[in-house]
């Protein structure tokens, strides 16, 4: 345990950085999971679902989609903007690769 000052709340900090980060890694693993089940499985409506926001009636956004997930990983500083690029990347182009599969 920390014993000066400054220690101590450094220690309070990233206690609450690694708890916002983990919680923000967790969404875009459940989403990433689920679009690559969806790409195995050559369902190509649940893979678009999964990749894009999904909106209701309102045109509220019900569910974020995995686009927006790393958008939102780059823009909290959890991920770098050119590894949110190349996720982005790989998986608009596992999609495109199942669109023309079927």
């Known amino acids: ?27 875009y693993r459940e989403a990433r999971v689920a679009f690559e089940k969806a790409v195995k499985e050559g369902d190509l409506k649940a893979a678009k679902a999964v990749f894009f926001s999904t909106k209701d009636k309102d045109g509220k956004t019900k ?19 050119n590894n949110g690029s190349r996720k982005k990347a790989k998986f608009a182009k596992a999609m495109k690769s199942l669109e023309k599969a079927s």
């Open 1 to 27: 345990m920390p014993i000066i000052k400054s220690a101590k709340k450094q220690l309070r900090q990233n206690k609450k950085k690694n708890a916002r980060n983990s919680h923000f890694k967790e969404l």
């Open 63 to 81: 569910k974020s989609g995995l686009q927006s997930i790393i958008d939102k990983l780059v823009k909290k500083n959890i991920i770098h903007k």
